[in-house]
């Protein structure tokens, strides 16, 4: 009886150390609006990943390349059935233009920011959800920066960025095309709060050399461990961008 008790009382104590550990399988894709394949491609991209949380730029909805609801449709196709449109812009002939959030998990909050000054400056935008996996709250955020040469719209959209997530007290990862490479001014402003290590980050497109821009960084370092990093060549030919994945452990924060 007493060996019985003994075994009972560890198996209760390691499924408690277990409930701990946290895993979390992350993306960060430019998908380009779908232009090369369609989205179905970038939909395949996604399930063969298997990702938990996806961080997707340039998607284009209710526009005469993407005419229906984009983010709903790669919900559904993805099996990520939670959504949320980071809206940019407003696009001329009609619809409009953004960034997108997939979870597996409910989204339980959901914010959105423009980035610019309207009237003068090609819009981006912001925005995270917080979401819950086993009992604790995690804030998952993408982006896409300012693309031309001067770096002084995305210093200044980084700027806005590290000001918005000031108030938020729980562990954030952050996906997004930041169109700066990690020695640049910008990606520097950013580490100031984030882990822009190069374990999660890494090369992008096929024509520019191989150069880093997307980037899956994450805030406080302590809470997190990267567990792997890879890029998806295979989906070479469904966008401009590779998707980038990390699978992270959050385990010390929530102890």
Request: a negative charge; aromatic letters at 10%.
């Amino acid at each position: 009886m007493k060996k019985i008790l003994f075994i009972l009382f560890w198996a209760i104590i390691a499924n408690g150390c277990s409930q701990k550990e946290i895993v979390l399988r992350t993306m960060t894709y430019n998908t380009y609006s779908g232009r090369n394949a369609g989205i179905e491609a970038i939909a395949d991209a996604i399930r063969r990943n298997n990702p938990d949380l996806v961080a997707l730029q340039e998607v284009e909805r209710f526009t005469e390349l993407n005419p229906g609801d984009t983010p709903a449709i790669l919900a559904e196709m993805t099996g990520l059935k939670y959504h949320a449109f980071i809206h940019a812009l407003d696009i001329r002939s009609g619809g409009d233009y953004g960034n997108v959030i997939l979870s597996k998990y409910p989204i339980l909050e959901e914010r959105s920011f423009r980035l610019g000054i309207p009237g003068r400056d090609y819009m981006r935008s912001f925005g995270y959800v917080r979401i819950r996996k086993q009992g604790h709250d995690i804030c998952f955020a993408t982006t896409h920066l300012d693309h031309k040469a001067d770096d002084s719209l995305r210093i200044a959209q980084i700027r806005e960025i590290l000001r918005l997530t000031e108030h938020i007290n729980i562990p954030i990862i952050l996906g997004g095309d930041m169109n700066a490479r990690p020695e640049e001014a910008p990606i520097q402003l950013l580490a100031s709060k984030f882990n822009v290590g190069n374990s999660c980050s890494e090369l992008t497109t096929d024509d520019d050399g191989g150069k880093t821009i997307d980037y899956l960084m994450y805030t406080p370092e302590s809470a997190f461990e990267v567990i792997s990093h890879e890029v998806d060549y295979a989906a070479a030919k469904a966008s401009d961008h590779y998707p980038v994945l990390v699978t992270f452990k959050l385990a010390s924060f929530f102890n």
